[in-house]
């Protein structure tokens, strides 16, 4: 898919505890947990990739289900896809996206706070 990649984690087992799962993102050392409930909408941001927590932006919905809305700053037609956990999203620099939670949901941002605001453009994705 154009301008972002998304991965299924790896599921290493499953029992009637539940699953366990393993994944790997760049030589990242800071989160942010962000926890949503459903039917909220969170982002209509990009970003320009001036750092390592931003290029690309890294996500990984831990518990729940989006929808995701993406597009390039450059280009007019957004695009739209469901993503059920356990799922990395990557987006690439200059894409504007926003999240609607389509469940209450957990979501793991792979960057500091301080990455996305010195990096961190509002733009609304859809015009």
Known sequence: MKHIKITPLNKLGQDDRGSTYNFSIRDTANFIVAKRNKDSM????????????????????????IEFMFRH????????IEIKEPSIIEIQPFVTHAVKALTDIIMLECNSIEDIQEDRQRLNVLK
Do not use: C, R, W
């Open 42 to 65: 969170s982002g209509n941001t990009y970003h320009e990739g001036k750092n390592k927590g931003t290029n690309p932006k890294v996500f990984v919905l831990i518990q729940g289900m």
């Open 73 to 80: 700053i450059e280009e007019e037609d957004a695009s739209t």
